[in-house]
């Protein structure tokens, strides 16, 4: 206490500390102890956050990601009654696309799953390549076989092929729906993986090896857009789930 019998007072140095701190929460009573307790923020997500939330989910996050992440980039809002209700029927649309895109993917699953793709590559006599392939290489046999160009991104690719070899590819088409396709490197005179082991071998038929592990290539990477689905595919789907969202916008009315 000061001469004058009036109570010291803690002001923070920073506008900051205020923003962070509970009302009250900056203290200075009797033994002189300053307490700071700090509020974490209720939003609601208005997109998809990897990692941390989906839309529609409502959280407590701390006050810094929301100011300087989440809210500038419009992917939370504070969690208001009217943001809610229109987070909830934002998320219910996404719902329902999500279904439909996966819908479609799984058909094109069916013609994917199991398609033998060969791809010829310079060697040396040891099987080893000069160069590698890659998902651009995989993706260009991926889009000849359905007739549209399938992103690169989508192809499940630990490292880049650079052995002569059978490889079984994770290929995405939607974040829940996959497919495999078999991919053959071979030599450009058509040598394989088993004639270099044959020749290692004295000429001796190679022993068959264990059939490789299909999780081997699945670097647990979340998936990009849905960008294997055509412009006009995605187009039906969107007005097919519009006309859903006016029902519950008028039940909700």
């Known amino acids: 206490m000061s001469s004058d019998g009036a109570r010291p007072v803690c002001v923070p140095r920073h506008q900051d500390e ?5 009302p009250g929460g900056v203290l200075l009573w009797g033994d002189i102890r300053l307490t700071q307790r700090k509020n974490n923020m209720k939003v609601v997500f208005i997109e ?3 990692g941390t939330a989906k839309i529609g989910d409502i959280k407590d996050v701390k ?3 929301a100011r300087n992440y989440l809210l500038p980039r419009r992917m939370a809002m504070p969690a ?3 943001v809610v209700k229109s987070a909830e029927l934002r998320a219910r649309r996404e719902e329902r ?8 993917a799984r058909k094109v699953a069916e013609r994917l799953d199991g398609i033998a793709y060969t791809i010829t590559a310079r060697s040396g006599s040891s099987g080893k390549l000069f160069g590698s392939v890659g998902t651009s290489d995989i993706a260009e046999q991926v889009s000849a076989t359905l007739g549209t160009e399938f992103d690169r991104h989508n192809v499940v690719l630990a490292e880049p092929i650079k052995d002569l070899g059978d490889y079984p590819v994770v290929v995405k088409l939607t974040k829940n729906v996959t497919a495999t396709v078999n991919v053959s490197v071979v030599g450009e005179d058509g040598t394989t993986a088993a004639d270099i082991a044959a020749k290692a071998s004295g000429g001796k038929k190679p022993r068959a090896s264990a059939a490789p592990d299909d999780e081997a290539s699945d670097d647990g990477a979340e998936p990009s857009d849905d960008s294997m689905m055509s412009a006009d595919a995605s187009t039906d789907v969107e007005a097919h789930v519009d006309s859903a969202d006016e029902a519950d ?4 009315g």
């Open 18 to 22: 205020l923003a962070d701190t509970q």
């Open 48 to 50: 998809d956050v990897p």
């Open 63 to 65: 006050p810094g990601f």
């Open 80 to 82: 208001s009654p009217s």
């Open 97 to 104: 696309l999500q279904d439909a895109r996966d819908m479609d």
């Open 249 to 252: 916008e008028a039940d909700e």
